[in-house]
């Protein structure tokens, strides 16, 4: 499990990767594989830390649910193109005569449907998805006070949800940045806090790690506790 520091710096950095590969031609795909998993061990690494495993259950849907969206979408559009006639309806472009719209839907119709299903399909698993990552942000809030990281993850969702008229895109833009500051913004020790009696855990004053409700000593830094900071 990384330290916060460390926590810190895989996944600003990763965050960072991510948002800058897509713009890289050639080696783009993998600079954003190598950052989505530094994002991945940071977000493990901060919800083993703070104790709280549905920080990365959620956010690990949200990655699946993600995975599906891309993967259905790009299938739909590879069965699309053979229902078409594959390479053969290209070939045919340069022959075809598109005169009105009959005769461009004649030739494009069955593509564009294709790709509007296969768009409509990835919208409602992305949507899914970012639900989820927003919850995962959420939770992360709660326990550091890094707000950037709840107002990326609303971002993001509202933004998945508003993609179906493109202005959405933007949102998606802004939370991107906003997670990349979220996590550069962590701080080197989890903020001071007194147990929670709806989940009944407590972090030592000093190292910020989780620690059993009646502990007097932590297991980690060796923190005696005062009888006042029980």
């Known amino acids: 499990m990384l330290e916060l520091k460390n926590i810190k710096m895989y ?6 990767l991510l948002l800058v590969g897509g713009l890289i031609p050639y080696i783009g795909p993998f600079i954003n594989i190598i950052g989505l998993i530094m994002v991945l061990v940071a977000v493990k690494s901060l919800s083993d830390l703070v104790g709280d495993e549905e920080i990365f259950k959620n956010y690990l849907y949200s990655f699946i649910l993600t995975l599906i969206a891309m993967v259905s979408f790009i299938a739909i559009l590879i069965i699309g193109f053979g229902a078409v006639g594959g390479f053969a309806w290209l070939t045919s472009l340069d022959t075809t005569n598109i005169t009105d719209f009959s005769s461009f839907w004649a030739q494009f119709g069955g593509i564009i449907i294709t790709f509007a299903i296969g768009l409509l399909i990835a919208w409602v698993f992305g949507t899914i998805g970012s639900w989820f ?3 995962s942000y959420t939770r992360i809030t709660r326990y550091t006070k890094v707000s950037y990281f709840e107002t990326a993850g609303k971002l993001y969702f509202y933004g ?9 895109l933007l949102f998606l833009i802004i939370a991107k940045i906003l997670e990349i500051l979220a996590f550069f913004s962590l701080p080197d020790m989890l903020p001071s806090t007194t147990p929670d009696p709806q989940q009944n855990i407590r972090r030592c004053v000093n190292c910020g790690r989780v620690i059993p409700v009646d502990a007097h000593v932590c297991p980690y830094c060796a923190k ?3 009888e006042d900071n029980l």
Not at 11 to 16: E, F, M, N, Q, W
Not at 160 to 168: D, F, H, R, Y
Request: charged share 15%; glycine share 20%.
């Open 224 to 226: 005696i506790f005062e």
């Open 133 to 135: 990552l927003k919850k």
């Open 11 to 16: 996944g600003g950095i990763g965050a960072l």
């Open 160 to 168: 998945m949800i508003l993609t179906i008229v493109l202005v959405g």
